[in-house]
């Protein structure tokens, strides 16, 4: 028999039975079988897969290169990734509960920011990123404008690239163009313009808080002041603490000087009581002497007598004389006594001296009640004043509680906010957690998708052919061999001849 070379068709009685009763049966085929198929269906694949190479080729012939430059940013944990609460906190920080790995999958999503993009395209302008987008967007419709410089954007967004390792702080950054120059120009942007938008993200948003906190508690504390000037004015009030400590001291004083002129009174009124009782006692007017003639007689002589020794010396007839005229009297005195004399009356003194202190006494009981109607007078209106200020005090006390609560309120926004200014200053000024390792620089060599994209043209032409030809394989009821004719028939090929 002759041998089996798979290229044959077996005729034989039995299978020639076989086949009319299995007509309907699909061949069985083998691994090898469905190569063999393929293989001579090759034709058919090439004749597939060509025009799908060919604009594999064409398209990857036309694609541009593209230099990807490429700069590395570490970040680390800094100051404004410290928490200080604005309200309360009792002037300590706790730190921020971020790990590495959070920080700088943040920082990577401040990276990707549309912010960010936007301060790049205003920096270096989108005609030298992108002249024929500029050129497109400035001859299209203003009501376009907005939508296709979104998708510029969305293109420089899917141009860059950023990314770390798992809990590393280095964040490597890359920028694909056309040119080298401007993909390196571009990546610097992007990195100087993400650390000025992270400082005025960390900074600002704080500072126009505080800000506003601040004029609205200034304008507050403003109405409270008003408020309170108010009711002090419609009071007739100057200082309300300094007025209720005047009213208590002046209430003080004036119940004391009551007490006092009381007193005073009392005692005035004893000593003219006895007063009057002495007066009652005293004459108003006493004997002050007698005067007798004879006395009157002999001091005249004794005067004359005197008044003669000043010419005349004793024992001359003149002196004589007048001796004998005083020795007469002095006898006669002596003999019939003063005689009839002149008794003279006159003001008692002490009777004088009780009077005036009586009247004196008088004055002052006068005074004293006059003193004591105008302290009564005073008491009941501090009394009435006090009872004023007592109605008050709630209404004054709430003022003065508002404002000071304000007030403290603003001294301590105002302390933080010189906090926050001082902590902005330093913080602008230096990013000690942000470093660039290295800037971006011109690549020298660009990357090309053109052997990708052709070789993914082969693959995928090859691919489609392939998948046609096996569709066939599977369609047509072929047996290429004898072994998938016994398969199918599941008797014994005993001959398969050769067709020519």
């Given at each position: 028999?002759?041998?089996?070379?798979?290229?044959?068709?077996?005729?034989?009685?039995?299978?020639?039975?076989?086949?009319?009763?299995?007509?309907?049966?699909?061949?069985?085929?083998?691994?090898?079988d469905v190569a063999v198929l393929v293989w001579r269906s090759k034709g058919l694949v090439l004749l597939t897969a060509l025009p799908i190479i060919i604009l594999a080729l064409v398209v990857a012939f036309f694609l541009p290169k593209k230099y990807e430059a490429v700069s590395r940013v570490q970040v680390t944990a800094g100051a404004e990734r410290v928490f200080d609460p604005i309200v309360g906190g009792g002037g300590t920080s706790q730190s921020s509960v971020l790990g590495q790995q959070e920080i700088t999958e943040s920082e990577v999503e401040l990276l990707y920011s549309p912010v960010v993009f936007d301060r790049v395209i205003e920096d270096l302008g989108l005609a030298a990123i992108d002249p024929k987008a500029a050129e497109e967007i400035a001859e299209a419709d203003p009501s376009e404008r907005p939508l296709m410089y979104e998708k510029v954007v969305e293109g420089l967004q899917k141009s860059f690239n950023a990314g770390a390792a798992p809990k590393n702080p280095v964040i490597r950054t890359s920028f694909q163009h056309s040119d080298p120059q401007i993909a390196a120009m571009v990546l610097n942007s992007i990195i100087e313009n993400y650390i000025t938008y992270r400082a005025d993200l960390f900074t600002s948003s704080d500072k126009s808080v505080l800000t506003e906190q601040l004029d609205s508690l200034a304008t507050e504390l403003e109405l409270a002041d008003a408020a309170l000037e108010r009711f002090l004015v419609d009071n007739d009030i100057g200082d309300y603490d300094t007025e209720k400590t005047s009213v208590a001291t002046s209430y003080s004083y004036v119940t004391d000087e009551i007490l006092k002129v009381q007193a005073q009174m009392s005692e005035v009124n004893e000593r003219l009581a006895a007063l009057n009782t002495r007066l009652s006692l005293t004459e108003p007017t006493i004997d002050l002497y007698v005067e007798s003639n004879y006395q009157q007689q002999l001091l005249d002589l004794q005067i004359e007598r005197e008044a003669m020794l000043a010419t005349y010396l004793p024992g001359t007839p003149q002196v004589d004389a007048i001796d004998r005229r005083i020795e007469n009297v002095q006898n006669l005195i002596e003999n019939q006594g003063e005689g009839v004399g002149v008794i003279r009356r006159g003001p008692n003194e002490l009777f004088q001296n009780l009077d005036q202190k009586r009247a004196e006494l008088n004055a002052d009981a006068a005074a004293l009640k006059a003193r004591f109607a105008e302290l009564r007078r005073q008491k009941s209106s501090i009394e009435r004043r006090q009872i004023e200020l007592i109605k008050l005090e709630p209404k004054y006390q709430e003022l003065?509680?508002?404002?000071?609560?304000?007030?403290?309120?603003?001294?301590?926004?105002?302390?933080?906010?010189?906090?926050?200014?001082?902590?902005?200053?330093?913080?602008?000024?230096?990013?000690?957690?942000?470093?660039?390792?290295?800037?971006?620089?011109?690549?020298?060599?660009?990357?090309?998708m053109r052997k990708l994209v052709a070789a993914a043209g082969v693959a995928f032409g090859l691919f489609t052919g392939g998948m046609l030809a096996l569709l066939l394989v599977f369609t047509r009821p072929t047996m290429p061999s004898a072994s998938s004719v016994s398969r199918t028939v599941g008797l014994p090929v005993l001959a398969s001849v050769r067709r020519h």
């Open positions: 028999m002759p041998a089996d070379d798979g290229w044959s068709t077996v005729h034989t009685a039995n299978a020639t039975r076989s086949s009319v009763s299995g007509a309907h049966n699909r061949p069985q085929l083998s691994v090898a003065v509680r508002e404002r000071s609560i304000l007030d403290n309120r603003l001294r301590a926004l105002t302390v933080r906010e010189g906090e926050e200014r001082l902590k902005r200053e330093v913080t602008q000024s230096d990013f000690e957690n942000i470093q660039v390792l290295e800037p971006a620089r011109p690549p020298a060599r660009g990357k090309s």
